[in-house]
């Protein structure tokens, strides 16, 4: 008996500290109005936009530093930020900029010409005395530059070495992003936690592994936020990042998880939804193997039933791509352009034509990765409509790392089909990259399934050196029209991009460059 | 007592550079490097050498291994590449995180199993014995991370008891309260599994040392059962019961990893799944080397209590 009433005093102990636990719980509070709180994916690498690559990163960056240019709203056009003007010489290689007179740095010190070719010299110039505050992994985005000079204290001219229509758009990438070379000289290695730009919100610390907090800067030239403070707060766990909008700890939360979209049906939920410059696409084999037939290529475009893998597996998440380039680069899509239908019985009769009813085939599927969405669900489901036709279909999943190191050097003597999924920032960058007969990989590129078409190539070199945006989009359409006749990749979607956010939130809207801007969002 | 702990702590050391040699070598091994992590899908095999030879990658192995175990031996554990800052101050700051979360999940197991043991033991076959026993079983059975995340289902989405995730409030006071509020769930959510096992194995060490004979003479000598079973015979099967607590320590500090993700915690179990994943190649050799050394040193400081309770094992 006394055993029992010793633990019955415990239990009553435990009892009572767990309710002075919950009596002092400041949880259920709500989040402050004018505070925003952002449900990330991961803690950001580092805050200096030279060093770093992911999309989760960019989210914070855009709000803290400013480009020469930027998107505008709703698009993927560029117009001016922290330059007000620029021309471009005749023959395409020298861009002279005017900058925005009278902007600081968050540090104080001023921005000018000189910051400028810092920043660029730092990420291009290995001599430079900040180059080893590095690695600047997307520096190549500006590979083309040959010398940045400053003219006088507010204009600045970039030398190219060869005519390069997507640097001004890579100028409004975050790669482009300009920092304070005073803050560099200050911190050198140490700069990526300790960031200064020109931006909308002005760091104020991080946390580690629990949030980066910015501040609305009063200064700022395109007029102070709306918003107090910004709060990035980590949370690698989709199912605990729901959990968290759920119970009010976060007011925002990006990458929602399709099968939760329905949790945030209610009033008090918001869901925002914009299409981005993302395709996702089965790079095939066009080398060797059945695929070296465009006509068994054609097939498996038939074969899969893409409505209902953005539909039912993505459950509407994604759209339908008919073609190599995103609709979301309006000014160089091909409007004409219809996907290929979902129709087995085409398919197998392009496959009897080919004289391959059976072909057996190798389908490289990851596990996860950056823009590709659900890759198992999805391999999955093309395995099988794959195989409804005559298909012999057989995956091999591997990790993200280890799959970008087995598709990447080509697909040769290893596989038929690989999934793959790209967002770039300009219609150039992925055909470019992943379509040339020059970007085989063996010559350094992407194309891991040997496609080669002359007049493709002939197109996109013309397409990167004219300076005339009409042009290219002409040159670009034509490229759709073939690159879909071709096949050399079965085109399956388009990722709608999404965020949920509380019924406090006000003004948000995601962009098309998928980057989170919140100078003009307000909190309730 | 001075030679015997002596002796433990040179034997941790070959230990120790084992561990170190094979975590260099299946991060050698593994597909996939760092520059292929970081650049993504822009991974040409031209960028990747170059950053690779940026990152000082691009050098023979045993070359690197002994670079880096110099620096080790020097308590420099290098620079992460992915988070762009010295690898010992990432670790520390993680594992003192770890430290609170699993140490108050060991506690919690430690007593909440023991004293489960001796009362299930004490009342062998009777109710409280059945009661412990299908409650035990259930904990056991249960995986930590699903408990975890039906923990935060019903106690902080549906009834708000307790905030959703992290170890401070973002807003207010960071002071006691606040961590009790945010460590209750995934202390408890750790604690369960090896509170089971802790209360199984007390069970039966207490079941054991209650038949001898002198438990029967203090018994016999008119002294309390209370005493009797908590003082004599508890003391007894300590020693049966501590070299398990040895091991569920290695438990609760690998469990911590699934638990710290569900409850984005922000401990090193988390932090090893990141840098793995990104292949933060120091990052995850100097977090594990860490965690094996405080390992091992916990079963050392474990052995030594163990001889401390009985003389016989010191030899």
């Known amino acids: 008996m006394k055993l029992l009433t010793m633990t019955r005093r415990a239990l009553l102990a435990a009892v009572a500290a767990s309710a002075l636990a919950i009596g002092a719980n400041p949880a259920a509070a709500q989040t402050p109005p004018g505070v925003l709180v952002v449900g990330q994916v991961a803690e950001p690498q580092a805050l200096d936009p030279h060093a770093v690559t992911a999309v989760n990163d960019f989210r914070i960056l855009m709000n803290v530093y400013d480009g020469l240019v930027r998107y505008a709203s709703g698009t993927l056009e560029v117009e001016p930020a922290l330059a007000t003007s620029w021309e471009i010489s005749e023959d395409g290689t020298v861009y002279t900029f005017t900058l925005r007179e009278g902007v600081s740095f968050h540090d104080g010190s001023a921005f000018n010409a000189e910051a400028v070719v810092f920043n660029f010299d730092r990420m291009l110039d290995e001599n430079h005395p900040y180059h080893d505050t590095g690695p600047f992994p997307l520096s190549f985005f500006f590979s083309a530059v040959e010398e940045v000079e400053a003219l006088d204290d507010m204009t600045v001219q970039f030398t190219l070495n060869a005519p390069y229509a997507p640097f001004l758009s890579n100028l409004a990438y975050p790669t482009g992003l300009i920092v304070s070379p005073a803050a560099v000289m200050e911190h050198g290695a140490e700069f990526g936690r300790n960031p200064s730009g020109t931006g909308a919100f002005v760091f104020e610390e991080w946390r580690a592994n629990e949030a980066v907090v910015v501040t609305g800067n009063p200064d700022y030239w395109g007029g102070a936020p709306a918003l107090e403070a910004v709060v990035f707060r980590p949370i690698t766990d989709a199912n605990t990042r729901v959990a968290e909008m759920l119970a009010g700890g976060i007011d925002m939360m990006v990458e929602v998880p399709p099968v939760a979209l329905s949790e945030f049906g209610g009033d008090s939920f918001q869901i925002v939804e914009q299409a981005g410059p993302h395709v996702w696409f089965l790079i095939l084999n066009a080398l060797e193997g059945p695929f070296a037939d465009v006509r068994v290529r054609q097939a498996a475009n038939y074969a899969i039933n893409k409505e209902a893998i953005v539909n039912d597996v993505l459950e509407g998440t994604a759209a339908v791509a008919a073609g190599p380039t995103p609709p979301a680069f309006a000014w160089a899509y091909n409007n004409d352009l219809e996907p290929y239908p979902y129709d087995p019985d085409r398919a197998r009769e392009l496959l009897a034509e080919a004289g391959v009813e059976n072909p057996e085939i190798t389908f490289y599927v990851t596990e996860g990765g950056s823009g590709m969405l659900d890759p198992v669900a999805m391999g999955t489901a093309i395995q099988a409509d794959l195989e409804a036709v005559g298909f012999d279909v057989t995956i091999e999943t591997y990790e993200w790392n280890t799959f970008l190191g087995r598709v990447n050097p080509g697909l040769e003597g290893e596989a038929d089909m690989a999934e793959m999924a790209w967002m770039t920032n300009d219609p150039d960058t992925l055909p470019y990259l992943a379509l040339r007969t020059d970007a085989w990989p063996d010559q350094g590129g992407f194309n891991s399934g040997y496609y080669s078409n002359p007049e493709v190539d002939a197109l996109l070199e013309e397409a990167r050196t004219s300076t005339d945006q009409d042009r290219r989009a002409e040159l670009y359409r034509q490229m759709q029209v073939i690159v879909q006749e071709d096949a050399p990749w079965v085109f399956v979607a388009n990722w709608v991009q999404n965020a949920v956010t509380s019924d406090r939130v006000e003004n948000f809207a995601l962009e098309p460059s998928f980057f989170l801007l919140l100078h003009d969002v307000v909190k309730n | ?315």
């Open chain 2, 1 to 315: 007592m001075g030679r015997y702990i002596l002796r433990r702590l040179l034997s941790a050391i070959p230990v120790l550079i084992g561990i170190s040699v094979i975590v260099f070598a299946i991060m050698a091994m593994i597909p996939g490097d760092p520059a292929t992590a970081i650049l993504g899908s822009y991974a040409t095999p031209e960028n990747v050498a170059e950053l690779n030879r940026d990152l000082g990658l691009d050098q023979p192995l045993v070359q690197r291994y002994f670079i880096w175990l110099g620096n080790l031996v020097q308590g420099d554990l290098g620079r992460s590449f992915n988070l762009n800052r010295p690898v010992l101050d990432e670790v520390l700051e993680r594992f003192n995180a770890t430290l609170i979360l699993a140490g108050t999940a060991f506690i919690l197991c430690s007593f909440l199993g023991i004293a489960a043991g001796v009362i299930s033991a004490a009342r062998q076959y009777g109710f409280a014995d059945k009661a412990i026993t299908f409650a035990v079983l259930l904990g056991i059975s249960i995986p930590s991370f699903f408990l975890g995340m039906m923990m935060i289902l019903i106690f902080a989405v549906n009834l708000r008891w307790f905030p959703v995730s992290g170890m401070w409030p973002i807003y207010g006071t960071r002071d006691i309260w606040a961590l009790i509020d945010h460590l209750t769930m995934p202390a408890l959510a750790l604690a369960v599994v090896a509170t089971g096992v802790i209360a199984r194995l007390s069970r039966s060490a207490m079941l054991e040392v209650l038949r001898q004979d002198f438990i029967r003479t203090a018994r016999a000598k008119g002294v309390r059962e209370r005493g009797i079973i908590w003082r004599h015979a508890l003391r007894a099967a300590m020693v049966s019961i501590i070299p398990v607590l040895g091991i569920q320590a290695g438990f609760v500090l690998s469990g911590a990893v699934y638990i710290e993700r569900v409850f984005q915690w922000p401990g090193i179990g988390q932090m090893l799944v990141d840098a793995i994943l990104r292949r933060d190649i120091l990052l995850v050799q100097g977090g594990v080397v860490f965690v094996a050394a405080c390992y091992v040193l916990f079963n050392i400081i474990v052995d030594v209590a163990q001889s401390l309770l009985d003389p016989r094992i010191k030899t």
